[in-house]
């Protein structure tokens, strides 16, 4: 049956479709951050997210959070990058592990994020999966960018026009500094 459905609600839908880095065990990643920013979510341990990732926490009135089924919550960041072994823009997003070394890196590059790349290495399986976040002085240059990169801001829905909101209802999703 056919119905009505809110503007905001295919915009939500539409902003699904991202590559997004997969980090695989034994291999290096480099990787050129795009974003000032990362943000910040959290998401249930249950499939059910885009492409087989975990379903992301809805906030306010998320069914997962809600008794008896509470799964509990994990936090989860995702940036907007440039994959140099494709040389494409994707997203990449990961758990505190990932972006604690990013934030470091960061942090060892005075903010500046234009003037290093990463090299991400995964090692181990399982629980025993470890990333590990090297800077290395950058070579990209903002040509190689042939498409645009990825709005994570929308794919995550997360809205700047309506910040205010955010302090009566806090959203499940947030922009934080690196
Ligand atoms: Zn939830």
Redesign the pocket.
């Known amino acids: 049956m056919a119905k009505n459905v809110g503007w905001s609600a295919i915009q939500e839908n539409s902003g699904e479709r991202a590559d997004y880095v997969k980090l695989e065990a034994g291999k290096k990643t480099r990787l050129h951050i795009l974003d000032e920013n990362p943000i910040q979510f959290?998401v249930?341990p249950i499939a059910g997210g885009a492409q087989g990732r975990p379903e992301r926490?809805?906030g306010k009135d998320?069914p997962?959070?809600a008794k008896p089924l509470d799964y509990g919550?994990k936090t989860r960041y995702a940036v907007s990058v440039f994959a140099f072994d494709t040389n494409q823009p994707k997203v990449l997003e990961g758990g505190t592990q990932i972006f604690a070394g990013i934030s470091a890196a960061v942090e060892a590059y005075e903010g500046q994020t234009k003037a290093f790349d990463i090299i991400i290495n995964r090692t181990g399986a399982g629980l025993e999966t470890r990333y590990t976040v090297v800077p290395v002085p950058t070579q990209y240059k903002p040509e190689m960018l042939k498409v645009e990169k990825f709005n994570v801001a929308k794919i995550y829905g997360v809205s700047t026009a309506t910040d205010d909101d955010t302090t009566d209802h806090p959203s499940?999703i947030d922009e934080v500094p690196f």
Request: charged share 20%; net charge positive; hydrophobic share 20%.
């Open positions: 959290s249930h926490c809805k998320c997962f959070c919550k499940a």
